[in-house]
């Protein structure tokens, strides 16, 4: 049922390590975004897009960093992994205008030993 | 700074009976109210959505109310079945803003 597709769906790697979580959508969506939530947590904005060649800050602050080259995929990238990063990442998309309800991934689980 | 908070992070409703699930915000300039169901190890999911110009809106089984005068919003949901445990969320977002900020969860079990 999913459109919005998320890999992979657990993780789990060393300190220090280079890692990329995927995101692809096939809606044709303009914005993307990415959330980070630990269990039963509220959901925390860290990056979103507006299409292409548009990335923003969300407001967590986080080390990592998003790209947006295609509109269906926005990669989110972590250059040194740490064990702060232990999270689930969520991925959602929604169309334009701005009041539209957003479509979710099922996440991906990142544990950093 | 701007919030949306929910009144009680558990929920334990039997079987057959109505739930309803509370919602408070603190901007009032939101114009735009969503609720999500997230069940484990799943990503949110749309449930119903309402937007300012309106108090109520209904779904199948559910019913979202808006009283902007107190700035609080609820989820109905009728006859709760054991497939409506999960995390809901509320959820606001202003035209001015251009983000969706969600509160922080109620968690909703089913006694049988």
């Known amino acids: 049922e999913a459109d919005i597709y998320q890999t992979p769906r657990y993780l789990v790697i060393g300190t220090g390590k280079k890692i990329t979580l995927e995101c692809s959508q096939t809606?044709?969506?303009?914005?993307m975004y990415w959330y980070q939530q630990d269990p039963g947590m509220e959901l925390h904005l860290i990056h979103y897009?507006?299409?292409?060649?548009?990335?923003e800050k969300g407001d967590l602050s986080s080390e990592s960093t998003v790209s947006r080259i295609r509109t269906e995929h926005f990669p989110l990238t972590l250059e040194s992994a740490r064990p702060s990063h232990t999270s689930q990442y969520l991925c959602?998309?929604?169309?334009?205008?701005?009041?539209?309800?957003?479509?979710f991934g099922n996440g991906t689980r990142l544990t950093v030993t | 700074g701007e919030s949306v908070g929910l009144h009680l992070p558990t929920l334990s409703v039997q079987e057959g009976d109505n739930s309803i699930i509370n919602c408070a915000y603190s901007n009032s300039a939101s114009d735009y109210f969503i609720w999500y169901k997230q069940e484990s190890g799943k990503g949110p999911q749309f449930i119903i959505d309402i937007r300012s110009n309106m108090d109520k809106r209904q779904g199948q089984r559910v019913t979202v109310l808006l009283n902007k005068t107190v700035k609080h919003l609820s989820l109905q949901i009728a006859a709760t079945q054991p497939g409506d445990s999960a995390v809901y969320f509320c959820?606001?977002?202003?035209?001015?803003?251009?983000?969706?900020?969600f509160g922080s969860g109620t968690r909703l079990s089913i006694r049988p």
């Open positions: 959820a606001e977002s202003s035209s001015s803003a251009s983000k969706i900020i």
């Open positions: 897009s507006y299409g292409v060649n548009s990335t």
């Open positions: 809606m044709g969506h303009d914005k």
């Open positions: 959602a998309s929604s169309v334009r205008p701005d009041n539209s309800p957003l479509h």
